[in-house]
């Protein structure tokens, strides 16, 4: 068995999507990943996720260091995206290539992602985005179109899942629980149930085609029609008007919804396991960087498009139940303060059009462990 601390695979694809899956060396404009000719599923993948200080001890165990945890060799702060070339190069010669040096080129990397990218949006460039395939397939591409309730896609790069698990979803797909066979599209700012399995397919000109048989938009409720809950104030304590609890409704309670909602972790009840969003997930792999609020952003949608089962009544509706489309989500806030996390989102709202509304959400300090009854 190696003794190896090894990146988990969750985090070599978030380390690769921060790189643009380009390599951050310095001066390397080498992409990482493309298709392959060997046949319509194979990939050529050139990067690697290496390690800042070394895995394990040992004869060419470049900057390793005795005093990190294990904890803290896996974790992506650990982990720099390079090509093969320039990953073999850094661990020739730790007297160079000092720990500093290679997080100050990954950090510069980044910062050059962030930029391009931010600059495609203020002059409007198209900038591929995510789209998601149920919890485990994301991929950067294109939306492509509609025709006979099929959504077909470009797929650039896959970020979560490969070409293997695509197919692997569709053939498992008549076993796979109605609440994971979706797909959300950043660029439209919505999401369909599917209502087959997907379909993958080479293009001649690089990248994969990808079709999704989706069913029509859910229902949506006005805002006005939201049902009454107790009021909360600021710090969620119950509002007491007149010596009884403050009762809330209709798009005044709409905000409130909102926090409450995205601040429930998925996993977090062990009555309602499905229930709930992955934001504190995609905080700890991916703040600071550009992707972190494309990632909520994608959560977002999910909630506001695709139904959940409430098991206290059997019906089913979206979460958000009154929000047809997610314009944008932005994070306003490096780091929570007292755990809330400061962004601010940008819907259609049924019977009310464009609302915008600043909100926190709840991250958790420590991972949420689901408990199964």
């Keep these: 068995?190696?003794?190896?601390?090894?990146?988990?695979?969750?985090?070599?694809?978030?380390?690769?999507?921060?790189?643009?899956?380009?390599?951050?060396?310095?001066?390397?404009?080498?992409?990482?990943?493309?298709?392959?000719?060997?046949?319509?599923?194979?990939?050529?993948?050139?990067?690697?996720?290496?390690?800042?200080?070394?895995?394990?001890?040992?004869?060419?165990?470049?900057?390793?260091?005795?005093?990190?945890?294990?904890?803290?060799?896996?974790?992506?702060?650990?982990?720099?995206?390079?090509?093969?070339?320039?990953?073999?190069?850094?661990?020739?010669?730790?007297?160079?290539?000092?720990?500093?040096?290679?997080?100050?080129?990954?950090?510069?990397?980044?910062?050059?992602?962030?930029?391009?990218?931010?600059?495609?949006?203020?002059?409007?460039?198209?900038?591929?985005?995510?789209?998601?395939?149920?919890?485990?397939?994301?991929?950067?591409?294109?939306?492509?179109?509609?025709?006979?309730?099929?959504?077909?896609?470009?797929?650039?790069?896959?970020?979560?899942?490969?070409?293997?698990?695509?197919?692997?979803?569709?053939?498992?797909?008549?076993?796979?629980?109605?609440?994971?066979?979706?797909?959300?599209?950043?660029?439209?700012?919505?999401?369909?149930?599917?209502?087959?399995?997907p379909s993958i397919t080479r293009e001649t000109t690089g990248g994969y085609m990808v079709r999704c048989p989706v069913f029509p938009s859910a229902d949506r409720i006005r805002a006005s029609d939201l049902p009454k809950s107790w009021a909360l104030s600021g710090s969620d304590d119950l509002v007491v008007q007149g010596g009884n609890w403050a009762i809330t409704s209709g798009l005044e309670a709409l905000p409130q919804q909102m926090k409450t909602y995205l601040s429930h972790q998925r996993g977090e009840s062990p009555f309602h396991q499905d229930f709930g969003t992955r934001f504190a997930e995609y905080y700890n792999l991916l703040v600071g960087s550009p992707w972190f609020a494309r990632y909520l952003k994608l959560e977002v949608i999910r909630q506001a498009a695709i139904p959940y089962t409430d098991l206290t009544n059997d019906q089913q509706h979206t979460p958000l139940r009154c929000v047809k489309r997610v314009y944008g989500v932005e994070v306003l806030a490096s780091t929570p303060t007292n755990n809330w996390l400061p962004i601010r989102v940008d819907l259609d709202v049924n019977g009310v059009g464009r609302w915008r509304n600043n909100l926190s959400v709840y991250i958790p300090s420590e991972p949420i462990i689901a408990i199964t009854l």
């Excluded at 046949?39 to 895995?55: D, L, R, T, Y």
Aim: aromatic share 6%; net charge negative; charged share 30%.
């Design 1 to 197: 068995m190696s003794n190896r601390d090894e990146f988990p695979e969750d985090t070599k694809r978030k380390v690769a999507l921060r790189a643009n899956h380009q390599c951050s060396f310095h001066g390397c404009p080498q992409p990482t990943s493309g298709p392959s000719d060997e046949s319509p599923e194979a990939v050529n993948m050139i990067g690697k996720a290496a390690h800042i200080h070394a895995a394990a001890p040992g004869p060419g165990a470049r900057r390793y260091l005795a005093s990190m945890s294990r904890e803290e060799r896996t974790h992506i702060n650990n982990a720099i995206w390079l090509c093969a070339t320039h990953a073999d190069l850094i661990d020739r010669d730790e007297v160079t290539y000092t720990a500093d040096m290679l997080r100050a080129m990954k950090s510069d990397h980044e910062a050059k992602c962030a930029e391009r990218q931010r600059n495609a949006l203020s002059t409007g460039e198209a900038v591929p985005d995510l789209v998601a395939i149920g919890p485990n397939i994301v991929f950067i591409g294109e939306f492509l179109g509609v025709e006979a309730e099929v959504w077909s896609f470009h797929l650039r790069n896959f970020v979560d899942g490969d070409v293997h698990a695509l197919i692997a979803l569709a053939e498992r797909y008549e076993r796979t629980k109605a609440i994971e066979r979706y797909v959300l599209v950043n660029e439209l700012g919505d999401g369909r149930r599917l209502r087959d399995k």
